[in-house]
């Protein structure tokens, strides 16, 4: 799906994402994901809330709400 809009919603107001390609979309059970600090170590790993095993491998949960620093989500609310 090339070209996909996802809308979050942070903080308190609508930010839109502009996403150049997305590989698949699968649903998972929250009874599935299992921490991540068990597994993972490196640069980036904040951002990962979780990971699912599948059978290709593991699939890293990102928490969208850390992606995005606190302080430029201010400045971008101010043009909202």
Known sequence: MAGSDL??????????????RIHRVISVDAEEIQPSSQMLTGIGTEYIRGVVHQ????????DSRLLFDPQELNQISQYA
């Open 7 to 20: 809308s979050l919603q942070l903080v308190t107001f609508l930010f839109g994402i502009i996403i150049d």
């Open 55 to 62: 059978d290709e491998g593991y699939l890293n949960i990102l």
